[in-house]
């Protein structure tokens, strides 16, 4: 087992998990994406019966449409599309080859969720929309932000 690769992106937007495949001269058999600490596959590409490029994807239910291991990417990619806030998690990707031994990746994917609404008001706490001013040049503008929702996972 390698170390754990950690992976960032924004909810609604596309990310993909790398994979290393490819460590030693020897054919995949099986590759298994399980997501948290269930030992349940989300994603398993199985190639026991035939040659890689042949496999057979399958994925649980729950992400059919959102996931897809992309073998043609060096190393190879699960993607996820378009990525959820419940999709910050650790994954691991378990590589089953015809003759070595199983390797496993993990790596966290973190996701921020940008907020919903953002709010601009001067000191006085009026809200402030559009084009703001006239200012002198050279004065100072206090201006206060506040964010709604949007977080780290």
Same mark, same amino acid.
């Given at each position: 087992? $390698?170390?754990?690769? %950690?992976?960032? $992106?924004?909810?609604g937007?596309s990310?993909? !998990?790398?994979?290393?495949? $490819? &460590?030693?001269?020897?054919?995949?058999s099986?590759? +298994? &994406?399980?997501?948290?600490?269930?030992?349940?596959?989300?994603?398993?590409?199985?190639?026991?019966?035939?040659?890689? =490029?042949?496999?057979?994807?399958? $994925?649980?239910? %729950? =992400?059919?449409?959102?996931?897809?291991?992309?073998?043609k990417q060096?190393?190879?990619v +699960?993607?996820?599309?378009?990525?959820? @806030?419940? *999709? @910050?998690?650790?994954?691991?990707?378990?590589?089953?080859?015809?003759? =070595?031994?199983?390797?496993?990746?993990?790596?966290?994917?973190?996701?921020?969720?940008?907020?919903?609404?953002? +709010?601009?008001? *001067?000191?006085?706490?009026?809200?402030? %929309?559009?084009?703001i001013?006239?200012?002198? %040049?050279? =004065?100072?503008?206090?201006? !206060?932000?506040?964010?709604e929702?949007?977080?780290n !996972?």
């Open positions: 087992m $390698t170390g754990i690769t %950690e992976v960032s $992106t924004v909810s937007s990310v993909d !998990i790398p994979c290393n495949t $490819t &460590w030693i001269e020897d054919e995949v099986l590759v +298994l &994406w399980f997501r948290g600490d269930t030992g349940v596959p989300i994603y398993r590409v199985d190639a026991r019966n035939v040659h890689l =490029s042949k496999a057979i994807h399958t $994925t649980s239910d %729950e =992400s059919r449409k959102r996931l897809f291991f992309d073998m060096q190393p190879p +699960l993607r996820i599309n378009p990525v959820m @806030a419940s *999709d @910050a998690a650790e994954y691991r990707c378990r590589v089953d080859f015809r003759q =070595s031994r199983t390797q496993n990746v993990i790596v966290l994917l973190n996701v921020t969720v940008p907020p919903k609404e953002l +709010l601009i008001m *001067d000191v006085e706490g009026q809200k402030l %929309e559009g084009v001013g006239p200012y002198d %040049e050279g =004065s100072n503008v206090i201006l !206060i932000c506040e964010a929702g949007g977080m !996972i």
